[in-house]
C-alpha cells in the first residue's frame, strides 16, 4: 500500500492512527515533533503526511510550508490534523500548503476514508 508519515505529539492518538494504518496496509512512519517529521519525510518520501498542528517545536503549518518548499516534497501530499478546527480555519490550513485537513477527535472510518480518498487523488 502507501508509506505515511505520522507527525503527532500525542502517544494515544499516534498509536490509534498507527494501528488503523497498518492494519489497513500501510507502511508508517512517525515522528513526535515537527523538525524529526520534517527529516523523515526528505529521507523517506512518503506519499502522505498527516501533520499534527500544534507540535512542541514549530506548529505543523509552518512545518508544512518548509516542506512544500522543498522541490522535492512539493507533491507529497500533506494533511493537517487538529482539534481547533475553527481556530485555524480551513483558509489559514490550505494556505500554508496542506491539502486538506483531518478534525480531531476523528472517528476511525472517517479517518481511513479521508486517507483513502487523499490516496486516491481526491479531495474528501
Known amino acids: ?30 515522528a ?5 517529521g520534517i527529516n523523515l519525510a526528505r529521507i523517506y518520501q ?9 507540535l512542541p517545536d514549530m506548529d505543523g503549518l509552518t512545518a508544512t510550508r518548509v516542506l512544500k518548499s522543498d522541490p522535492a516534497m512539493r507533491n507529497c501530499k500533506v494533511y493537517a490534523m487538529t482539534a481547533f478546527t475553527m481556530e485555524w480555519g480551513e483558509g489559514k490550513i490550505l494556505a500554508a500548503g496542506c491539502d486538506g485537513y483531518i478534525a480531531k477527535p476523528f472517528r476511525h472510518h472517517e479517518l481511513i476514508a479521508t486517507i483513502n480518498a487523499a490516496l486516491a487523488g481526491e479531495h474528501p
Open 1 to 30: 500500500m502507501a508509506k505515511i508519515l505520522i507527525v503527532e505529539d500525542s502517544p494515544p492518538n499516534l498509536k490509534l492512527i498507527v494501528l488503523l494504518l497498518e492494519n489497513a496496509g500501510h507502511e508508517v512512519l512517525h
Open 32 to 36: 513526535n515533533d515537527a523538525q524529526t
Open 46 to 54: 512518503p506519499v502522505l503526511i498527516l501533520m499534527d498542528i500544534q
